[in-house]
């Protein structure tokens, strides 16, 4: 399974879900290529590859499919998750409702500002940052999201991955670059980068011949 | 130009902002390397694909490139967007400090909350999403941010495009697609999906051959 394959498989498992959720109980390639955004023919290419199988009268069932894709997924695994700095976006993130029915959970905040993780209106506990390496090994966490300053970045990134955090969505403008573990362990780091993103979208109505993305 | 170079020219370009603002005149392909999160022999292959050539002594003037990557990205031209969606992600985005150093304005929100949109202590203008044909057309917008929740997203994409938006970043979970318009002019949109993004650092953790995207 390569990487595009995995988005369209994730894709897929987030559309089933929401379908049933809806109380459907069938689904058809076309809906699910509608919900990720690619053909028909490549759903049933990526079905057929993973020896997932339609019915006679066409269609396939949302929650044989929910569990095949999920077990390929890793689903059932614990998904808990960090947010450190709890700045306007990182509290947006806290807050924010759609993690859930993916089975990830944010299970704590981190800053550095007493002002900010005293508050006792979050709905998630929070903590110094001192706290870190305490509290990640306590929830066995692997995953966090880095919602700080630019300045902090790369410190909070590297305290992170001394605590054993392995997995980082990062939304700071620097581009954070996976590090070689000397456990041998794998770091995975996606930038998502804000500022640039609309820099790219205004280049691309600028020069249409870039071709668009989705 | 590809869009893979283009990510790496628009780096290089925010790097090198950057670097100006702390005082340095000149760079060497490897810190652009660095801020990029690629290898020098890369900067150095796009520096000469674009005929941009370093100095004697090594290392390149920071305001000729400036000047050249600039030019080359379309900066100059103005840079409006809007916010389409009020809440707790769409405000973090209107607070965002990080957009003004790339020369893109956050110039007004959108909601159809009137507790939202006639908040007074927001930094940019607030209007009702009525007003949004008008607004748009006034300011010459041509790129907006969707923030609103999942069931509001097709509709509020609807309504840009047929106000003339053609640039999309869209941070709700729906996934939205380029639509052909009938002026033949182009559409582009960035899906960001948090959540998919989340799970997808849960999947390759888990199946480290996967390998490890930046």
Avoid at 44 to 50: A, G, H, I, V, Y
Avoid at 81 to 101: D, M, Q, S
Avoid at 141 to 169: C, F, H, M, W
Wanted: glycine share 8%; hydrophobic share 40%.
């Amino acid at each position: 399974m390569n990487n595009e394959q995995l988005v369209r498989i994730t894709r897929y498992y987030r559309a089933l879900n929401r379908l049933r959720t809806i109380g459907l109980e069938k689904v058809f390639a076309h809906n699910l290529a509608d919900a990720a955004g690619v053909s028909p023919a490549i759903v049933r290419k990526d079905f057929s590859q993973l020896a997932i199988h339609g019915q006679k009268r066409g269609g396939y069932e949302i929650t044989d499919l929910i569990g095949v894709l999920g077990s390929l997924l890793g689903k059932g695994d614990p998904q808990n998750c960090i947010i450190v700095g709890c700045g306007r976006i990182g509290k947006a993130l806290i807050h924010y409702t759609g993690f859930e029915p993916d089975g990830i959970r944010i299970v704590a905040g981190f800053d550095n500002d007493p002002n900010v993780y005293t508050d006792s209106s979050s709905p998630i506990p929070l903590y110094s940052l001192n706290r870190l390496d305490e509290i990640v090994s306590a929830l066995k966490v692997k995953v966090a999201v880095i919602t700080v300053p630019e300045v902090a970045a790369q410190e909070s990134y590297d305290r992170l991955l001394k605590a054993g955090v392995r997995g980082i969505l990062n939304f700071s403008p620097v581009t954070l670059k996976p590090v070689p573990q000397e456990d041998g362990t794998v770091v995975v780091v996606h930038n998502i980068n804000i500022a640039l993103e609309l820099e790219q979208i205004f280049y691309e109505l600028k020069f249409p011949a870039m071709g668009h993305r989705e």
